[in-house]
């Protein structure tokens, strides 16, 4: 996402030396810089969570219909990973929501640990978490899921004293020619729900 602006800091810089005004070019050069500066930090704080190091749902998004572009477009092979916090509901009952919230954290820089630069990773609710996954067979898909999913499981989280358990429940999709992104969610998240099931940790309805 871009926000309009820096152009015509630029334009308005050239004008006021132009017509002379008082302020020398070196000040106007600085000033300008200092507001790109801005103009890009608004723009990351734009696409990033507010909690963990990772990208929001609405960056998400915009990432997931490009990849799906690109996949209907150019072909290759891309996946979509849909992962679930197991019981951070009984953590924060437990132990406080700044607990829940460090518990998440420590999933999010985890997360960014089993991805590659060409990967994309974003906390997408309160508990989920979704990963584009670049140059990536069908076959790969589920063991990915379960790789990452084992990795999460083997955490050891301390916080104030108290010994957090990590884990999650990962489900998959295949980021196939002519999908939509609302479609590939669906399928990923009935797969996690599968995954879920299979460990008895399914949410109640």
């Keep these: 996402m871009q926000i309009s602006g820096v152009a015509q800091l630029d334009e308005k810089a050239r004008n006021l030396t132009a017509t ?25 704080l734009v696409a990033c969570d507010t909690l963990t190091p990772l990208f929001n749902r609405r960056h998400f998004m915009e990432e997931l219909d490009r990849w799906c572009w690109r996949a209907h477009r150019y072909g290759g092979h891309y ?13 924060n ?22 991805v590659r630069r060409s990967d994309l990773v974003a906390r997408i609710g309160g508990d989920e978490f979704g990963v584009l996954l670049d140059n990536i067979q069908e076959s790969e898909l589920a063991r990915k899921a379960e790789r990452v999913a084992a990795m999460v499981g083997k955490l050891k989280v301390d916080f104030n004293g108290a010994r957090l358990s990590p884990s999650i429940s990962a489900g998959y999709a295949v980021i196939e020619a002519g999908a939509k992104p609302s479609e590939l969610l669906l399928r990923a998240d009935r797969s996690m729900y599968a995954a879920k099931q299979t460990k008895g940790t399914g949410k109640p309805a």
């Design 93 to 114: 009952d437990r132990d406080g929501h700044v607990a829940g919230d460090f518990l998440l954290t420590t999933i999010a820089k985890a997360l960014l640990g089993t």
């Design 79 to 91: 996946g979509l990973l849909f992962i679930d916090v197991d019981d951070l509901k009984a953590v």
């Design 20 to 44: 002379g005004d008082s302020r020398s070019a070196t000040d106007l050069a600085r000033e300008n810089a200092a507001l790109k500066a801005r103009v890009a930090e608004l723009e990351r």
